[in-house]
């Protein structure tokens, strides 16, 4: 079955601990993004890989780091979390290989609700 | 740069009306895809529809359909005979893509919750 796969699906946890959140495809999707989800904002980009080894910022990287060494995994590492990133977050993927990059629709994973006391 | 509004943050219906809800865009491109995607109360996002600047023909798909005009950079959606669960959020987002760099950027509207009483 296509997914995308986050784990922890909810963690709570404290200022200043370092946490990573697992995203996994198995589509062969070359993109894979980060969102965040807060109440009235909606869902904003943290940060994108257009493929291995390529990342780029989103509109709210701050705080955030992300790798890509593999092609179906695209882990978001918070080094030093803090209260201001409580939030749910999703990672999506899209574009198969030798298709136009912009009009593949996302697919997205379960989300991952973090709260950072 | 890019941007989506949905001005309707939030919609109370009565099982079996019709309800639109709206989408305004902006983008500096003239290739671009828009979408809508339903967050139903589970979380989960579920992709809706895509649809490219190029085709402004309107679709149907059941009670669903979207209006999309160029000339007023809007994409609306419309549930026909609307259900208990249709009750969701729903996103409509822009991707625009950049020459050169390959690169595209979806960028999401604030969503409309939508609450279909029974």
């Known amino acids: 079955e296509a997914q995308v796969t986050q784990n922890p699906r909810y963690l709570i946890t404290v200022t200043g601990k370092k946490l990573t959140v697992t995203c996994s495809q198995n589509m062969n999707h070359e993109y894979m993004s980060w969102y965040r989800q807060d109440p009235g904002l909606g869902l904003r980009q943290i940060y994108y890989?257009?493929?291995?080894?390529?990342?780029d910022k989103g509109d709210v990287p701050e705080g955030y780091k992300v790798s890509r060494k593999e092609k179906r995994n695209f882990p978001l590492i918070l080094e030093s979390p803090s209260p201001n990133q409580t939030s749910l977050y999703f990672c999506?993927?899209?574009?198969?290989?030798?298709?136009?990059?912009?009009?593949?629709?996302?697919?997205f994973g379960d989300g991952t609700r973090l709260s950072i006391l | 740069a890019q941007k989506v509004t949905q001005a309707q943050t939030e919609i109370s219906v009565v099982e079996k009306e019709d309800v639109t809800l709206d989408c305004v865009y902006e983008?500096?491109?003239?290739?671009?895809?828009l979408f809508w995607y339903k967050q139903p109360p589970s979380g989960e996002l579920v992709f809706l529809i895509r649809?490219?600047?190029?085709?402004?023909q309107n679709e149907i798909s059941g009670r669903y359909s979207w209006n999309f005009q160029k000339s007023t950079s809007s994409f609306n959606f419309t549930i026909t005979a609307s259900q208990v669960v249709d009750s969701a959020v729903y996103f409509c987002?822009?991707?625009?893509?950049?020459?050169?760099?390959?690169?595209?950027?979806?960028?999401f509207g604030k969503g409309t919750k939508l609450s279909v009483i029974p």
């Open positions: 983008t500096r491109d003239t290739t671009y895809y």
């Open positions: 999506a993927s899209s574009l198969s290989p030798g298709q136009s990059p912009g009009n593949q629709p996302q697919h």
């Open positions: 890989s257009m493929n291995v080894e390529v990342t």
């Open positions: 649809r490219n600047s190029f085709d402004e």
């Open positions: 987002a822009l991707s625009e893509v950049y020459s050169g760099a390959g690169s595209y950027q979806l960028t």
